[in-house]
């Protein structure tokens, strides 16, 4: 009854953070400001949830394309960026997905699940992209989608703009670049969007993981065909609501991620300090670190009450690694100190 293929595939595993301080997850650890949780609240009292939700959202595609400075016809909304990846590669010409490895695990899941093929180029052992050896393959393989995530994730670091702009040049089919992670980075690559380049958004990283809103920017024609795959009402009519009203509040979260981004340098200051741990170098809201014994760190770390990433597999790139979500100064204080007693 069911494809052979995916029965052999594992489901996404959530691990259970219950008790735990949760560090695993690129969220934002700060809650609402009072004032505007309650303003919140009552608007959601509002809602007609008897009617379906509005099915095009003209007014927050308005309100997004207005903070990006496009039009409305250039937003694409999903439940969640993940939808939008998912979108992408069902309407995407056929060949294969192109993507750097180690990156984004959902590119290449949603890929299984599609029977897309996946052409994928080893990152360099300091994470760095050889810009022109991803382009020969994406000629090689006929890539038709590829997408770059900037800042990429779990390595945390940015493509070079002249990298990003040569594959945006060159590449002959569709060019994502996803900028989850664009609040916490120095550089956006927002005005590469053209013909064949489409920039992924999230509302996730930013402090609104619970609504499931991200968003696709790009030229309006490409958004409308991919448009026609998006299911009809995608988006509930409590997270349509919230977004619009969060969209009023947006400085909001840019200051949350503005101390999330300080709280990072402070956290790689203390790591770099220790000589056991290497930390490298990160654009987004967590740190990737390489220590002797992942497993035993990651183990201990967890028995202290707190839960990270554990990224580490033999003989991979990512051997030895661990992955923390960067928390508030109190629970980043209680990891460096952990960590210490474990390395
Ligand atoms: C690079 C990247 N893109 C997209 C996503 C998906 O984000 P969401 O579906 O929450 O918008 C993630 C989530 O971790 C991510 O790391």
Request: hydrophobic share 45%; net charge negative.
């Amino acid at each position: 009854m069911i494809r052979s293929d995916i029965r052999s595939l594992s489901a996404y595993h959530v691990p259970d953070s219950s008790g735990l301080v949760k560090m695993d997850a690129m969220e934002n650890p700060y809650p609402l400001p009072e004032g505007l949780r309650d303003e919140w609240v009552r608007l959601l009292g509002t809602c007609d949830i008897n009617r379906y939700p509005d099915a095009d959202m003209p007014e927050l595609r308005r309100r997004i394309a207005e903070r990006e400075g496009l039009q409305a016809n250039q937003v694409l909304i999903g439940n969640g960026s993940d939808e939008i990846i998912q979108m992408l590669l069902m309407a995407a010409d056929q060949g294969p997905c192109a993507v750097p490895k180690p990156t984004f695990v959902m590119y290449e899941g949603i890929a299984k699940w599609l029977k897309r093929p996946i052409a994928s180029m080893p990152l360099k052992a300091d994470f760095s992209l050889d810009a022109k050896a991803f382009l020969n393959m994406c000629a090689r393989e006929k890539a038709s989608l590829a997408f770059l995530a900037c800042p990429n994730n779990p390595t945390g670091n940015m493509w070079p703009r002249a990298d990003v702009q040569h594959i945006a040049d060159n590449f002959r089919g569709l060019l994502v670049i996803d900028e989850a992670y664009g609040p916490f980075a120095t550089d956006t690559y927002r005005d590469m969007i053209g013909r064949n380049v489409l920039l992924l958004r999230t509302f996730s990283k930013l402090g609104l993981a619970g609504l499931r809103l991200g968003y696709a920017l790009g030229d309006a024609e490409l958004i409308a065909e991919l448009n026609k795959v998006r299911l009809p009402y995608n988006i509930n009519i409590l997270t349509q609501l919230s977004a619009t009203f969060f969209l009023g509040h947006y400085e909001v979260f840019e200051e949350q991620a503005k101390q999330i981004c300080l709280e990072r340098e402070r956290m790689r200051t203390t790591l770099e300090a220790l000589d056991k741990v290497k930390v490298f170098p990160s654009q987004a809201n967590f740190l990737l670190l390489r220590v002797a014994d992942a497993n035993a760190v990651f183990d201990g770390l967890k028995q202290a009450g707190i839960l990270i990433k554990n990224l580490h597999a033999k003989g991979s790139l990512l051997e030895g690694c661990l992955h923390v979500t960067i928390g508030t100064p109190e629970e980043n204080e209680r990891f460096a100190n952990a960590l210490k007693e474990l390395i």
